[in-house]
């Protein structure tokens, strides 16, 4: 085989290292694969007391790629073979799961986990060769700095925090205000209230640079609000107050869906009708924001990074990869589909391994040198051109709102399209870390 | 004697001038502090911040008076009121949403038909023979009920669904000033009202009230009188039920949809009200609701806390709840106390030695035979037994209740993170290396000064007063204290691991050819201190400090008496406590390598306080059943995750629905059967089977060979030096019940 090679290299004809190796035995290279499986681990946070199913989407996420992938001929040569390791709210928990994953998966796909700020375990990992090089991760929820910042985490879904300023007095931070720009454009300078998450430090610090970056782009801040997620909705009746008695004309809250209800249900009884903007967060793009809301949210305004995949609007029909995902998720949610594309990034960097060095060239190492070129990773098309790779918060979205009881594209209005002007980002300099 | 009386009525007339003198002087400084000079205070806004407050008090009173109508009708204080209340909200949405019955059936059925039929159950199967348990097991019997109806209905009725009630009159309301006040919300402020005024006249105009009133203020005396207890009491809980129903539908209407979390955590930030009102006046829980929705109403009107104290209006209730604790009156001493007192056994050294010198071996062979995550659930069950042996002198032997362990384990990791983490740097000088040893010693030392500042309520609150101080406390100081920028701050803080003699526990080693994976070392310096500590606390439970410890549980009036110094002895006591924990906390951050506000929230030490009664409250070893039962549940789950039990056509995991809080909540709900618990209970059964055979051996004995139950003589000597200090104290039918529970009023 090797004088095979030789022979054509020296005759100058083109042959790529895949048709080189094509004939070898698959074999298995590295922890978590064989020569017919590639196992992956998903670790999430689900069963959890008081908050059944929290990233259950996380795990149909992962699972449906894994099934859409093996039905399509594998990877490599294999099958994907997915280890579901339940968290639930225990760092304890979440960091055995990386060590059993460490020793027997591959890589992690769609971590989601809660309440772990020490990720030694995924970065000091070794590989079948005993050597410390890392446990490939591409997680969709990253709570923590260090997670944020760990050396073999890509977050499908980039933070916000620029890592090598973590250090800084003041850090910098990436902010996406697109849909800002849109607001301001749509309606003039806007004054706002901002509801914060009160309940967890990290999530509150998710929140305040994209309600600076706000500022700087056009909407001033009226009043800042922690809430806790488990407030009542009478909770909200001094806020909707607020936002009548000084007729702010754009309200966003920062936590899940449930809180976006309540302030819309009793801004609704308080008669607040100045507000032109009602925002939220990509968790919002829920069905149960409409369940449980009704009429009460209808204008609200939700952008992603995604289609449009919910309701009548889904836009599987322009393109293919939505059109799988919808197919082999039932349930699909905001947590899925970040899940689906982490698998899809996964297989875009596994790829080039192979297309490197063959199907025997799957290594930890191979991956992790593979995973940070990919730096405009779209997802087949599914979400818009993010530098997963360069860990940059993608400039690209679409913006929704509920019109008529649906998700309803508004801008950019050609479907399956996205809004991907560089000036969509901003930088803004805090200190949130040592605050 | 009049004399001494006058003036003991004048230091306490000053006492609480001085009192209120600082907390107005408090409140002043906060309001002038963070007062938002950018809010205008016009009419509107000061209609809409008594609107606001009142329709927020309404609320918090009427979770608070079901608390308040079971605590008067049953003197158990149930930890549980909120999860029955949850429990009946879904069972509302079953009937109305799910079957589609009209409003007022669904209503009918679920408050007057599922609630009583719930609270008879509740009070046959598990109240009942509480009524003489100790303080301890009647709260962590509710607190295992609370635990097990969460878990029950996350199983039954998975979260991934949106559940919503709709509101009474939908958004039907009125104006005053520019606020809107719904129909939904004025339903809730008058069923408040006519509750109130229905209890009342319930408890104090009828026949059958002033029967619930006796029976518990004393059960047999009522008997004697021609009361029906069992069946008064069913109807009290019956009643309570009720309550929680009635709550838990007001509030699934606030929060918009069913969640098991919000319906059942909600009645903690109620305590307050209930407080206030004394746990037994409906119309000053009203107050004391009205007083929290002000002052919450108050706080986002008029206040801007900024960036270092903004999440510090979540604490708002859990401060109310402290005030309010610290203006009751001083408990009075109280004499012999009536009902089952836990057994603190006196254990002999040689003993005590022989059983840590077994453990250091077990833990040996284990640490060479798990792999990583089993180790390092090894580890943490011991940082955790750790913690929970805080509680033994504390609780088991002293009698004072505390859910703030949880805070004294947070002070632990935070003194290790700055005084070892750090570099051992204190005023410009290398005192160690980072991750010294030294650090677990400063993280102990540490906490004790925090365990004197929670123990000066202590001095003048007791039972279950106390023990809610203790929760209020643990409640302010993650927002308060563990999320300010010197501590934790947002990004919580990398902890060092510990060094001894350049040897970093954690790494991999090799001793005789046997190879110890990394986390090894860890277990065994955890299996270690626990060693050191429980030998140190069999020690001080031989001493006569303990001796003084469990009469001052016992009786505080005939240990006064005796000149025994009570205010030095809760000191000690809690010092002692707190010094432990924060060793535990340490310890807690070194395994997890990182330390954050969100480790140390007052509801993740819950487990500690149920699990170690469970155990043995008073024993060494019931802090070890206890921290490997609690991660038992976990292991099950991951060992065994498929197994599953068929109830009709529903099908359950088994292990996850015990993990999800059923386990530990059962755990707890079977204390009520054994207060001393499992460990002391086994060990009481082994003693009587080997004294059973030795009689039946001699040719008579006690239980005469027939499985009698007859109880070893209360000081018997023990062969092998082992002997009871305290026998359970048998209360007979013509002693009075204990008077501790306030007669309603």
Known sequence: MALAVAALAATGL?????????????????????????????????????????????????????????DNGGLAGRNIEVSFFDSRLSGDEARNAFIDACENSFALIGTSVLFLNNFDDLTECTDAAGQAIGLPDFPVVVAEVNHQCSPVSWAINPPQLQCDTRDHPEQTYRVTTGPTQYYVKQHGDLEGAFLIPGDSESAKNTTVPGIVAQGEQGISIAFEQDVSALAPQSDYTPIAAAIAQESLTYARSGLDYTSAVKLRKEAKLQSVTSVEVWDCTLQCYHTGLIEQGGADVEDQYVYMPFLPFLGDNAEDQ?????????????????????????????????????????????????????????????????????????????????????????????????????????????????????? | VVVTGERV??????????????????????????????????????????????????????????????????????????????????????????HGLPTLPALFLTVFVAAP?????????????LANAPLVAQLVVTIGLMLALIGLADTIWPGNTTRTIGTFFGSDGFTIGTTFIPYFRVTTIVVGILIAVFLRLLLFRTRLGVTMRAVVDGRDLAA????????????????????????????AEEFGRLGTQELTIFIVQAFAAAIIGRLR????????????????????????????????????????????????????LEGRRIGHAITAR??????????????????????????????????????????????????????????????????????????????????????YDPGSPWGLVAAALVAVPVGLLMALPALRLQGLYLALASMAFALMAPPLFFSQEEVFGNAGRDVAPVHLFGHEFGEPFEIFGIEFARDAGFLLLAVLLFCVAGFGVVCLRRSRFSRRLIAMRDSPAACATLGVNLLTTKLAVFGIS???????????????????????????????????????????????????????????????????????????????TLQRGVGAGLAGIGIGRQPDGVIPHVSHEFRERRARKVAARRGAGPGGGGGGQAPVPAAMARPDGDRVAEAPTERTPAEPARSEHPTAR
């Open chain 2, 346 to 431: 006196v254990p002999s050294l040689q003993r005590a030695l022989f059983g840590f010198a077994v453990l250091l071996v077990v833990a040996a062979i284990v640490a060479a035979a798990l792999d990583r995550p089993d180790l390092r659930r090894a580890g943490l069950a011991m940082v955790t037994a750790l913690a929970m042996l805080s509680l033994v002198p504390l609780t088991g032997w002293s009698g004072q209740i505390s859910f703030a362990q949880i805070t004294f384990v947070g002070i632990g990791a935070w003194a290790y993170t700055e005084f070892s983490t750090a570099g051992g740097r204190m005023f410009n000088l290398e005192l």
């Open chain 2, 9 to 98: 009525a004048r230091h306490v007339h000053w006492g609480r001038i001085l009192a209120s003198a600082a907390v107005t002087g408090f409140l002043a400084f906060v309001i002038v502090q963070f007062w938002n000079p950018n809010q205008t205070i016009d009419a509107n806004r000061i209609i809409l911040f008594l609107v606001v407050g009142v329709t927020l008090g309404s609320i918090y009173a009427v979770a608070a008076s079901g608390l308040v109508v079971t605590y008067t009708t049953s003197g158990i204080f149930n930890f549980a009121q909120g999860a029955i209340g949850m429990f009946l909200a879904f069972i509302y949405w079953e009937l109305k949403v799910n």
């Open chain 2, 224 to 251: 004697l009188n021609g009361a029906r207890p069992e069946r008064v009491s069913m109807f009290s809980w019956a009643l309570g039920s009720s309550m929680a129903a009635v709550a838990g539908i007001f509030l």
């Open chain 1, 14 to 70: 083109p042959m790529t290292a895949v048709e080189a190796q094509e004939d070898e035995a698959l074999r298995a290279t590295d922890k978590g694969i064989t020569a017919d499986t590639i196992n992956v681990t998903v670790v999430a946070a689900v069963d959890i007391p008081g908050a059944q199913g929290l990233f259950q989407g996380v795990v149909d996420g992962v699972e449906g790629w894994a099934e859409y992938t093996n």
């Open chain 2, 117 to 129: 039929l719930m609270g008879a159950a509740i009070e046959v199967t598990l109240m009942r023979r």
């Open chain 2, 578 to 656: 707190a010094a432990i924990a924060g060793l535990a906390g340490a310890l807690l951050s070194v395994q997890r390598g990182a330390a954050q506000t969100a480790d140390f929230e007052m509801l993740l030490g819950l487990p500690y306080l149920l699990l170690l009664v469970v155990g043995g409250v008073a024993v060494v070893s019931g802090a070890l059943f206890g921290a490997v039962a609690l991660q038992m549940f976990t292991w099950l789950l991951i060992r065994f995750p498929n197994v599953t039990i068929s109830i009709g056509s529903a099908e359950f995991n088994l292990f996850a």
């Open chain 1, 318 to 435: 322009t393109n293919d990869m939505l059109k799988s995902f919808l197919e082999y998720v039932d349930d699909p949610d905001g947590f899925a589909i970040q899940a689906w594309s982490a698998g899809l990034f996964f297989t875009e960097a596994l790829n080039k391994v192979v297309d490197a060095g063959g199907n025997n060239a799957l290594t930890r190492a191979a991956l992790l040198k593979q995973a940070p070129t990919i730096t405009d990773f779209t997802a087949d098309g599914m979400m818009g051109k993010t530098n997963v790779g360069g860990r940059e918060q993608s400039p690209c979205f679409v913006l929704t709102q509920v019109r008529d009881g649906d998700f309803e594209r508004v801008t950019p209005r050609k479907k399956g399209t996205f809004n991907c002007k560089k000036s969509n980002v901003v930088e803004v300099k805090l200190d949130l870390i040592d605050q």
């Open chain 2, 281 to 332: 006046s409906l119309p000053m829980t009203l107050v004391g609701g009205l007083i929290i929705g002000l002052s919450l109403s108050f706080q986002r009107n008029f206040l801007d806390l900024g960036d270092r104290f903004s999440a510090a209006g979540v604490a708002i209730p859990a401060i109310i709840l402290f005030l309010a604790l610290l203006f009751l009156p001083e408990a009075r």
